[in-house]
């Protein structure tokens, strides 16, 4: 539900509207009729319980674990002209361009949308993010008229690719990359068109379980219809079109305030993606951020050719990817919808890595070139508000896709499995450390790990670690979040690895004067020879019966000065396993008595002020080059091989 304090700051600012103003442009639709502060409180709220019952009827109905415990989805409201009224508690990728793709659905169906109908789309060439997105939407009708669509979309585990995966990093093209659905009925007046739904399941694997989150899906958006009808219903259509209106009038009038507050100029960022699943590395993404009054645009031109594989962006991630940076560095109680998103614009040229062009592949938009276009916008946004910004987050290095055959029950079945438990961490900010396991800024906290009795339970293999990697974090007055060390161990045969990950080669960044992430890596050891195989963030590889796969994923980058980090907190880190010792005395200046294991406060101070007048001058972020970390290079031992992108 939308935080009281919403609410409230909501209710004062109806009142206000009754003061005189001065003079500014026109917002919404000019639609007639008085806004009572209760009444417009009580609907903004009621939107936001019917978005947050449509993600609980998904979340506890779906068959994968993608969706079902990792959460690797999102539930939003839109009106009847594809503008978001509403989502709650969903993934920044997905509600930040909906309405790409929901504009779409609506212009290829425009004059035969009806009652009972349900449309899907997962082709990234129709405004989708990419194609292991999977959207379904239904128009909402009351008394014969459109109100509302609600929506929902989930990450495949499967989309039918060439490998068993729905993010095959190494697709030169759409037609590597699974079955395209452009908008498409699966149901038409109420009726479901069978002949489409076992079209759609011939062409995936592990058909039960995809049928089953299908089912998620429509039982999330037909839950979002019946809460929408009986709202029209108690209200009547008129009040609750103008309440949805001032809704984003309000949105639209907080969010210009705040850019407002971001001094007019042009600001520049650039970051790398670390390869393109073929062995091309360091490609390069680069963002302008022009702010000019109560508008933010943003320019990818400054950006490397699409590459031959799935890491390009399609168009809706590069919109979602433009925006979500300017929306984590508003004020939190600004309801995001369409009154925020008006005030953001993006471009890049088609052909780019950033705006890929068909046929090209675009597997792994929302995580690869998504959360370095994101970084590149936060290093942008550094120079002009740093107070607003976060360290780099871990990107989705260490995040594997594995499958196989299961044989424990006695019949084999096949199964597979996205597992995020080793996932990295978030950077910090200005005010506070970063959290662990953020995985990803395009799900910005919104995924979750799944417990590891139910990974052993449900799928044959062993998490033998999963544990905080020490030292992994950018360091800080305010360090990024750790990362974490992960093992695990085939319990039944062996199984195929898919990497699709990125942020290992490129660390995550540090903010004014913090230090980056280590980006970390993963490797796969033999237990009776020993060897290990390391590999970049993507790669395919199969596990054996004797083999193990281990990874370090990245800490969040860190911010401020390391230096001015209190030292207590530094020994609190310290007893809790997330700095070392070494790294204490060496990064921030705090000698700590190993024997007591108390601060020496004489040598503590005597130690800083030497490394304060050594320190070079102030960088807002950090690193500034490609290809900054070096993880493999320190963990590789004599006889150890690294592999790019391997095959």
Same mark, same amino acid.
């Given at each position: 539900?939308?935080?009281?304090?919403?609410?409230?700051?909501?209710?004062?600012?109806?009142?206000?509207?009754?003061?005189?103003?001065?003079?500014?442009?026109?917002?919404?639709?000019?639609?007639?009729?008085?806004?009572?502060?209760?009444?417009?409180?009580?609907?903004?709220?009621?939107?936001?319980?019917? /978005?947050?019952?449509?993600? &609980?009827?998904?979340?506890?109905?779906?068959? +994968? !674990?993608?969706? $079902?415990? =990792? %959460? #690797?989805?999102?539930?939003?409201?839109?009106?009847?002209?594809?503008?978001?009224?509403?989502?709650?508690?969903?993934?920044?990728?997905?509600?930040?361009?909906?309405?790409?793709?929901?504009?779409?659905?609506?212009?290829?169906?425009?004059?035969?949308?009806?009652?009972?109908?349900?449309?899907?789309?997962?082709?990234?060439?129709?405004?989708?993010?990419?194609?292991?997105?999977?959207?379904?939407?239904?128009?909402?009708?009351?008394?014969?008229?459109?109100?509302?669509?609600?929506? /929902?979309?989930?990450?495949? &585990?499967?989309?039918?690719?060439?490998?068993? +995966? !729905?993010?095959? $990093?190494? =697709? %030169? #093209?759409?037609?590597?990359?699974?079955?395209?659905?452009?908008?498409?009925?699966?149901?038409?007046?109420?009726?479901?068109?069978?002949?489409?739904?076992?079209?759609?399941?011939?062409?995936?694997?592990?058909?039960?379980?995809?049928?089953?989150?299908?089912?998620?899906?429509?039982?999330?958006?037909?839950?979002?219809?019946?809460?929408?009808?009986?709202?029209?219903?108690?209200?009547?259509?008129?009040?609750?079109?103008?309440?949805?209106?001032?809704?984003?009038?309000?949105?639209?009038?907080?969010?210009?305030?705040?850019?407002?507050?971001?001094?007019?100029?042009?600001?520049?960022?650039?970051?790398?993606? #670390?390869?393109?699943?073929?062995?091309?590395?360091?490609?390069?993404?680069?963002?302008?951020?022009?702010?000019?009054?109560?508008?933010?645009?943003?320019?990818?031109?400054?950006?490397?050719?699409?590459?031959?594989?799935?890491?390009?962006?399609?168009?809706?991630?590069?919109?979602?990817?433009?925006?979500?940076?300017?929306?984590?560095?508003?004020?939190?109680?600004?309801?995001?919808?369409?009154?925020?998103?008006?005030?953001?614009?993006?471009?890049?040229?088609?052909?780019?890595?950033?705006?890929?062009?068909?046929?090209?592949?675009?597997?792994?938009?929302?995580?690869?070139?998504?959360?370095?276009?994101?970084?590149?916008?936060?290093?942008?946004?550094?120079?002009?508000?740093?107070?607003?910004?976060?360290?780099?987050?871990?990107?989705?290095?260490?995040?594997?896709?594995?499958?196989?055959?299961?044989?424990?029950?006695?019949?084999?079945?096949?199964?597979?499995?996205?597992?995020?438990?080793?996932?990295?961490?978030?950077?910090?900010?200005?005010?506070?450390?970063?959290?662990?396991?953020?995985?990803?800024?395009?799900?910005?906290?919104?995924?979750?790990?799944?417990?590891?009795?139910?990974?052993?339970?449900?799928?044959?293999?062993?998490?033998?670690?999963?544990?905080?990697?020490?030292?992994?974090?950018?360091?800080?007055?305010?360090?990024?979040?750790?990362?974490?060390?992960?093992?695990?161990?085939?319990?039944?045969?062996?199984?195929?690895?898919?990497?699709?990950?990125?942020?290992?080669?490129?660390?995550?960044?540090?903010?004014?004067?913090?230090?980056?992430?280590?980006?970390?890596?993963?490797?796969?050891?033999?237990?009776?020879?020993?060897?290990?195989?390391?590999?970049?963030?993507?790669?395919?590889?199969?596990?054996?019966?004797?083999?193990?796969?281990?990874?370090?994923?990245?800490?969040?980058?860190?911010?401020?000065?390391?230096?001015?980090?209190?030292?207590?907190?530094?020994?609190?880190?310290?007893?809790?396993?997330?700095?070392?010792?070494?790294?204490?005395?060496?990064?921030?200046?705090?000698?700590?008595?190993?024997?007591?294991?108390?601060?020496?406060?004489?040598?503590?101070?005597?130690?800083?002020?030497?490394?304060?007048?050594?320190?070079?001058?102030?960088?807002?972020?950090?690193?500034?080059?490609?290809?900054?970390?070096?993880?493999?290079?320190?963990?590789?031992?004599?006889?150890?091989?690294?592999?790019?992108?391997?095959?």
């Amino acid at each position: 539900m939308a935080s009281t304090s919403t609410a409230r700051r909501a209710v004062r600012q109806i009142k206000d509207q009754d003061k005189p103003k001065p003079a500014a442009r026109k917002r919404g639709n000019g639609a007639a009729g008085a806004v009572d502060s209760i009444t417009f409180s009580v609907i903004l709220n009621r939107f936001s319980t019917i /978005a947050n019952e449509m993600t &609980l009827t998904m979340e506890k109905t779906a068959w +994968t !674990s993608i969706i $079902a415990l =990792a %959460r #690797d989805f999102s539930c939003a409201i839109y009106d009847a002209k594809a503008r978001q009224i509403c989502m709650q508690d969903a993934l920044p990728i997905h509600t930040n361009s909906l309405h790409v793709v929901l504009g779409e659905i609506a212009r290829v169906f425009e004059g035969d949308i009806h009652d009972g109908d349900v449309i899907v789309c997962n082709d990234a060439y129709s405004g989708n993010t990419h194609i292991g997105d999977f959207v379904t939407a239904c128009p909402v009708f009351h008394q014969g008229k459109h109100m509302f669509w609600s929506v /929902a979309k989930g990450h495949q &585990l499967d989309c039918g690719a060439y490998i068993p +995966t !729905s993010v095959p $990093a190494p =697709a %030169r #093209d759409v037609w590597q990359e699974g079955l395209q659905l452009p908008p498409i009925k699966f149901y038409e007046k109420g009726q479901r068109r069978e002949d489409v739904v076992r079209m759609y399941l011939a062409n995936v694997r592990w058909q039960e379980w995809l049928y089953g989150d299908l089912m998620a899906q429509l039982g999330s958006i037909w839950t979002g219809r019946r809460r929408l009808v009986e709202l029209a219903a108690h209200y009547g259509n008129d009040t609750i079109e103008r309440y949805a209106e001032a809704i984003l009038d309000y949105s639209d009038r907080r969010m210009a305030d705040e850019i407002r507050a971001i001094p007019d100029g042009d600001y520049d960022g650039m970051s790398w993606l #670390d390869s393109d699943g073929h062995g091309m590395t360091n490609i390069q993404v680069g963002a302008r951020v022009s702010v000019r009054g109560e508008n933010v645009h943003i320019d990818f031109s400054n950006s490397d050719p699409q590459v031959p594989s799935g890491n390009n962006s399609s168009y809706g991630v590069m919109q979602a990817a433009a925006g979500i940076p300017v929306l984590c560095s508003i004020d939190p109680t600004i309801p995001h919808n369409d009154g925020c998103l008006r005030h953001i614009t993006a471009d890049a040229p088609k052909g780019t890595v950033c705006n890929a062009e068909y046929p090209a592949s675009t597997a792994l938009a929302t995580v690869g070139p998504g959360d370095t276009m994101q970084e590149a916008v936060w290093k942008a946004l550094a120079h002009a508000v740093p107070e607003r910004v976060m360290g780099g987050s871990g990107k989705d290095g260490n995040l594997p896709m594995f499958s196989g055959t299961d044989t424990r029950s006695g019949k084999p079945v096949d199964w597979g499995c996205m597992l995020f438990n080793g996932a990295p961490a978030g950077g910090a900010t200005s005010s506070a450390d970063g959290w662990p396991l953020i995985m990803t800024s395009a799900g910005m906290g919104g995924l979750k790990i799944m417990s590891v009795e139910l990974c052993e339970l449900f799928y044959p293999y062993r998490i033998d670690r999963q544990e905080i990697a020490a030292d992994s974090m950018g360091h800080g007055k305010h360090i990024g979040g750790p990362g974490v060390d992960i093992q695990v161990s085939p319990t039944d045969g062996g199984f195929q690895v898919e990497l699709f990950g990125e942020g290992q080669g490129n660390p995550p960044f540090g903010v004014m004067n913090g230090t980056p992430g280590i980006g970390g890596g993963s490797y796969k050891e033999n237990l009776e020879t020993g060897k290990r195989t390391y590999f970049s963030s993507k790669g395919r590889f199969y596990i054996g019966e004797n083999d193990i796969w281990a990874g370090t994923s990245s800490g969040g980058g860190g911010y401020g000065d390391a230096l001015e980090r209190d030292p207590e907190a530094v020994l609190e880190s310290v007893f809790d396993g997330m700095l070392s010792l070494e790294c204490a005395e060496d990064v921030y200046g705090v000698v700590i008595n190993r024997a007591m294991m108390t601060i020496d406060r004489a040598k503590t101070e005597k130690l800083r002020a030497k490394m304060a007048a050594k320190r070079g001058p102030l960088q807002v972020t950090s690193p500034s080059r490609p290809g900054a970390a070096d993880w493999i290079q320190r963990k590789l031992r004599q006889g150890d091989e690294y592999l790019v992108d391997a095959q």
